[in-house]
């Protein structure tokens, strides 16, 4: 008979795990078509973040040292960053870039490949919250949770996007709700599990260290301060806290801000959650306590939940988390079911004996709620500097060596619309340089374009743009086309999508490149980036 249960019991969760795969997969698949119809796999990387290119390079940076067979670390980085300028140094090499770049020897380069990543983790992400929540609190909410999670703007703006917020948000929820399991069962491998995601949130990202809070949280908000004496309850908590360390000695987010910046933080969570919901998860911290404190069935979710939520909003009020609405993605999840939560119990205190009605209601007050946020259109727009960066590396026979003239996002995007491209060619030897405006010599005129040829610069690019020209060093160069029309030749013009200008490339022409342009470049001093 006891054989017969464990058949039973593996088998129900046999189900249970497909049933959750099936639900990723097509929450995956929405994901996937919102990016289409946004237009992101049309668009360059930073087009909306400006951190975008720097992730999307480095990640790109890791993949082309594996592929190159893991030279010095050092060495290749710099070279690297001499192609590259957006790479990042290796001490801000995160989780995050590692995944991405075993993601990209996997699947490829290519936008629509790269997006799929964020893609899936937010997928992850939805139906992880609205799974959970519907075993603490029912179908039905767990249903509302993960359509109204899926629909925030914030959410549906990180799956356009190559960034550290979206894997923070995802290993802060599994933290949660692994420290859930330990609250419920006090277990060696739950303990483990909860290390591994907290541990993965701090490698992903400092802020990540902030976990480190959800047990002391979690056991008071759950009632369960016997396990303060465990020795196993303390060790994953150390190991959390000792990635805090870099931060602190950093100065990162440890100063408390004024509290005229603590009600503009609210007042950001306000606008990017909305305020019915944020009113209804507040109302659900208490209720989460209570329900711990008298050990119903489900309180160990809401309880490490609403201890994660806590954490990660006193992080948000020191400025670790960044601006908003990137910054307050993370405590989205948490939000979304303590909302649903406390909606219930709430409800439950005038409605008891009907548990279909309850969820009912509070699954149609939840998804009203969300209704304006799917109103927010979302659009991720081509800048033309991919359309620049495909002239550039189609021109064979010519110098390697591109200048840009454009704003820092914008000439991030060229940077990493280039990179993208240039290993399409060959993924172990970059053969592009792309060299700032900023970074030439302050000259104008014939010492400026002496300065061209110096580098062996063989076509230049130019942001046609009021953010563009209000850089003194890109006027400088825009000048140059006009002023030496017999070197600079017009090759085409891309305009935005965004209809707010236009990106101007030319081929140079007339001089000889250098022997060794990347002992010229490396001559002009460090990056602009």
Not at 224 to 240: D, E, G, H, S, Y
Not at 382 to 410: E, K, N, S, T, Y
Request: proline content about 7%; glycine content about 10%; aromatic content about 6%.
């Amino acid at each position: 008979m006891s054989e017969e249960n464990g058949r039973r019991s593996y088998g129900a969760m046999a189900l249970r795990g497909l049933a959750f795969l099936i639900l990723t997969m097509l929450a995956a698949t929405v994901m996937v078509a919102q990016q289409r119809g946004s237009g992101a796999y049309l668009a360059e990387f930073s087009t909306l973040d400006p951190a975008e290119a720097r992730h999307f390079v480095t990640g790109l940076m890791v993949a082309d040292h594996a592929a190159a067979g893991f030279p010095a670390p050092s060495g290749f980085r710099e070279a690297y960053a001499l192609h590259f300028p957006v790479a990042a140094p290796l001490g801000a090499l995160s989780l995050f870039h590692l995944v991405e770049a075993g993601w990209i020897g996997l699947i490829g380069a290519a936008t629509p490949a790269v997006l799929l990543l964020p893609a899936l983790m937010a997928a992850l992400l939805v139906v992880s919250a609205g799974w959970a929540t519907a075993r603490a609190a029912g179908p039905l909410p767990g249903l509302a949770v993960g359509f109204v999670l899926s629909a925030l703007p914030a959410v549906r703006r990180a799956t356009m996007e190559v960034g550290l917020h979206l894997p923070l948000a995802l290993f802060a929820l599994l933290a949660a709700l692994a420290f859930a399991r330990y609250l419920r069962r006090g277990g060696v491998a739950d303990a483990a599990l909860f290390a591994l995601a907290g541990l993965g949130a701090a490698l992903t990202a400092p802020a990540g260290a902030v976990l480190a809070l959800v047990p002391p949280l979690g056991v008071l908000l759950a009632g369960r301060l016997r396990l303060l004496a465990r020795p196993l309850f303390w060790l994953p908590v150390i190991l959390i806290a000792a990635f805090a360390v870099p931060a602190l000695l950093g100065g990162e987010g440890i100063a408390l801000p004024p509290v005229a910046e603590l009600t503009g933080g609210v007042e950001a969570a306000r606008a990017v959650f909305g305020t019915l919901p944020l009113v209804l998860a507040g109302i659900g911290v208490p209720f989460a306590a209570w329900a711990g404190w008298r050990r119903r069935e489900g309180a160990e979710i809401m309880a490490a939940v609403a201890a994660a939520a806590l954490a990660l909003a006193a992080l948000l009020a020191m400025g670790g988390g960044g601006d908003a609405p990137d910054g307050l993605l993370p405590l989205l999840a948490p939000l979304c079911m303590l909302a649903a939560f406390g909606a219930l119990r709430l409800l439950g205190l005038v409605i008891s004996g009907w548990p279909t009605l309850s969820g009912l209601v509070v699954a149609l007050v939840l998804l009203l709620a969300a209704m304006p946020a799917l109103l927010e259109p979302m659009r991720k727009s081509a800048i033309g500097m991919d359309d620049a960066a495909q002239a550039f590396l189609a021109r064979d026979g010519a110098a390697p060596v591109l200048v840009v003239a454009a704003d820092a996002r914008d000439e991030a995007a060229l940077t990493a619309a280039v990179a993208q491209r240039d290993r399409a060619q060959d993924a172990r030897a970059a053969r592009s340089f792309v060299v700032s405006a900023g970074r030439l010599p302050e000259a104008t005129g014939a010492a400026l374009l002496a300065a061209l040829d110096g580098i062996g610069a063989s076509a230049l690019v130019v942001e046609a743009t009021d953010a563009a020209r209000a850089i003194p060093a890109n006027r400088a160069v825009a000048a140059l086309p006009a002023a030496f029309p017999d070197r600079f030749r017009r090759v085409g013009t891309f305009p935005r999508a965004d209809g707010k200008g236009q990106v101007e490339f030319y081929a140079i022409t007339g001089a000889p490149p250098p022997a060794d342009p990347a002992a010229a470049i490396r001559r002009l001093g460090a990056s602009a980036f």
